[in-house]
């Protein structure tokens, strides 16, 4: 077996063990930060794809339900490790904590600056995950291994019909494949 296979079917593994939580951190690789559509495209394509996130989960946080709480626009991605290509699923709407539980690498740096309690965050997860602090930090190791190993691909970006994602993409190129409207 070459040392792809092996990464390839290591990051598979821990996907699957990551999967079965609920909330589960679904780390971007590096190479993707800062090309997300959040940032491609304009504000005003972006706020309709966001907004109808929103509306599509009844204006409620995607993962724990939580209403009456500010949401943000989450995007989902799949990985096929095969292929390295970095698939958009779909847009979520999260409450700030299941946010944060997405991105465990930032709420660590906000939690170091003080703008994050980090013990409510892992709070959080584990009432999402009916879990335990220990499962916790193993999910935690476990996504920022997986994380990782997810840095050794050049990823290309596809949105839910696998066009590349581009800054020519519109919400409707998005929102056609994700939900009917």
Known sequence: MSRMSDIIATCKT????LRKYRLWA???PRS???VSLYRLLPRREWDIIRKAAYAHYGHKC???????????GHEDWEYDYDHSTQRLVGVLALCHLCHMCNHLGL???????????????VAHWCQVNSADEEEFTS?????FKLWELRNEFEWQLV???????SQDTTADDVLGGLWKQ
């Open 26 to 28: 679904n780390l971007v």
């Open 159 to 165: 949105g839910p019909s696998k066009e590349p994602i």
């Open 62 to 72: 995607a993962i724990c339900g939580m209403s009456d709480t500010t949401l943000s």
């Open 107 to 121: 709420a660590n740096i906000q939690a170091g600056e003080g703008k994050l309690d980090y013990s409510e965050l």
């Open 139 to 143: 999910h935690s190791d476990y996504a």
């Open 14 to 17: 821990i996907e699957h063990q």
């Open 32 to 34: 993707s930060w800062f």
